[in-house]
Nanobody
Framework: QVQLVESGGGLVQAGGSLRLSCAASGRTFSMDTMAWFRQAPGKEREFVAHYWGGGITYYADSVKGRFTISRDNAKNTAYLQMNSLKPEDTATYYC????????????????WGQGTQVTVSS
């Protein structure tokens, strides 16, 4: 079992920045891929970014160039640095983990955090 706890969400004005954290505990060894997804009210969950293996990252087009995913293996923690935030980034952000190669499909991820709310005002 893996437990994931997100933090760092909040209310920010458009153009501002936030850094989300996802702390993993439990059976974290060989935890290949850590990813971030988000879900806005009335919309489906969507992929945001993932970090795989030794540092392979991939981003959704909507956040590319603005968001940066990173991972501290010693702390079993993943981060999502979000810059130049837009109102359309408003959503609940979820951290997820899977063993194996990274994918953008939420159904491929086994463990999920409880989510952290990000609200961007215009």
């Amino acid at each position: 079992q893996v437990q994931l706890v997100e933090s760092g969400g909040g209310l920010v004005q458009a153009g501002g920045s936030l850094r989300l954290s996802c702390a993993a505990s439990g059976r974290t060894f060989s935890m290949d891929t850590m990813a971030w997804f988000r879900q806005a009210p009335g919309k489906e969950r969507e992929f945001v970014a993932h970090y795989w293996g030794g540092g392979i990252t991939y981003y959704a087009d909507s956040v590319k160039g603005r968001f940066t995913i990173s991972r501290d293996n010693a702390k079993n923690t993943a981060y999502l640095q979000m810059n130049s935030l837009k109102p359309e980034d408003t959503a609940t952000y979820y951290c997820a983990v899977r063993w194996g190669a990274a994918t953008t499909r939420g159904s491929d991820y086994v463990y999920w955090g409880q989510g952290t709310q990000v609200t961007v005002s215009s």
